[in-house]
C-alpha cells in the first residue's frame, strides 16, 4: 500500500472536505480518502502508484490549493501500534 499525503489550502469546513474526498474517490481506484481542514492535509490510501499531477489536478478543479504531496509506503500496524 501507497500513502499519499496532500497539502491543501482553503477548506473551511466539513462539506469541503467531503467535496475533496469525493473528487479524489471518483478520478482514482483508491481505499481511503480522508481530509481535515483543520491540519490542512488530506491522506490517500491505495494500492497502485497515482499520477501526482492528475492527483493535484482532481483537488484543484473542487477549487482549493494544492501544495506540497509526500508518498510513502504504508503498512497496517498491529494491535497496540506494533
Known sequence: MIQYTIAVEGMACSMCEAHINDAVRKAFPVKKVTSSRSKK??????????DEDALRAAISATGYEVGEIRKE??????LFGR
Open 73 to 78: 509506503p504504508w503498512a497496517k500496524k498491529g
Open 41 to 50: 492535509k488530506t491522506t490517500v490510501l491505495t494500492e497502485t502508484e497515482l
